[in-house]
């Protein structure tokens, strides 16, 4: 069925990703292969960005195209100025236009509150200036060819409470203190983003995962926190795609500076 009367649109129409540009940030990730497969899915062209071109490219090349959509792999390293500036030139260039950035790179450090040098919590932090320099490069684009855009924060349940620290006691480093500060950051920033661009027509919502480990993750941690879980299980990376679809698309056009949890209830406690 098509459009229903007044012009409102049908929820398939208002979910559709069709004739759109993502770019997603460490998309050859646990949960970035997920958000990058979920829009795919949903219609968009994925740029696949990786610090490695060649495994930004391979992925690309294996993403749906129910529409087909062209998906493209680049490398970028958000932490380098140069890097994200050839990132963005080269999708413009490609596509001629983004309609959804997924800041979602992450560069890690294992160190945590015991450990961590200045310079390793300063660069821990420089993840939320590149989030704000590529979200602003997407800005200001959008706002040059009059388009609408939407820039979806990787967040964290980590960015709202405070760790637990018997998770990891003993099987492995703490949550580290300056990926809360991150994250808790990341957080603010989307909502201070998303007051000075809403009247541009550029919506900021941050995505906050809970307990997601990686098949890498020790097994006595996650033991740990599936116990403290209300669902008692940990999240599964395509349990991220209906969220990350709906904050790209039509279907969330009036929500902008919020924050969409998707932890099992575990900041419910
Ligand atoms: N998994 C969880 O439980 C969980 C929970 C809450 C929040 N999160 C957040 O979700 C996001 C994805 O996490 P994940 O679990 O998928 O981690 P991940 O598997 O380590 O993926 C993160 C990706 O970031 C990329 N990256 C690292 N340094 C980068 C840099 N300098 N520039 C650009 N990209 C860089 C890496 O890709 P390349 O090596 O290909 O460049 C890596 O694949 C992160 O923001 C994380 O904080 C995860």
């Not at 760790?163 to 201070?192: F, W």
């Not at 993750?217 to 033991?223: E, H, K, L, N």
Request: net charge neutral; aromatic share 8%; charged share 15%.
């Amino acid at each position: 069925m098509s459009s229903i009367q007044n012009g409102s649109k049908t929820i398939q129409q208002l979910f559709d990703l069709t004739d759109t540009v993502s770019l997603v940030t460490g998309a050859c990730g646990h949960l970035g292969k997920a958000l990058a497969q979920g829009l795919a899915e949903a219609g968009s062209s994925v740029v696949v960005s990786s610090r490695e071109e060649d495994k930004a490219v391979q992925f690309a090349q294996q993403l749906p195209r129910p529409v087909q959509q062209t998906h493209l792999g680049i490398q970028l390293d958000q932490l380098d100025e140069t890097s994200r500036q050839a990132g963005v030139q080269r999708v413009q260039a490609e596509y001629g236009r983004i309609d959804t950035l997924i800041n979602n790179g992450h560069f890690p450090l294992s160190a945590d509150l015991n450990s961590v040098t200045e310079e390793e919590f300063k660069v821990q932090l420089s993840n939320a200036s590149a989030y704000f320099f590529l979200a602003k490069a997407i800005c200001d684009l959008a706002v040059a060819q009059q388009r609408q855009a939407s820039i979806i924060m990787l967040g964290s349940m980590y960015g709202s409470v405070g760790s637990y620290p018997d998770a990891y006691e003993g099987v492995s480093p703490a949550s580290p203190v300056a990926y809360h500060t991150l994250k808790g950051g990341i957080l603010q920033m989307t909502r201070h983003l998303a007051v000075y661009w809403a009247s541009k027509g550029v919506r900021v919502n941050s995505l906050s995962p809970g307990p997601f480990p990686a098949p890498s993750a020790p097994r006595g941690m996650v033991q740990r926190l599936e116990k403290k879980s209300p669902m008692k299980r940990m999240g599964k990376p395509d349990e991220l795609k209906g969220a990350v679809v709906f904050l790209a698309s039509q279907a969330s056009s009036y929500m902008t500076g919020q924050n969409l949890v998707i932890d099992g209830g575990w900041t419910a406690w």
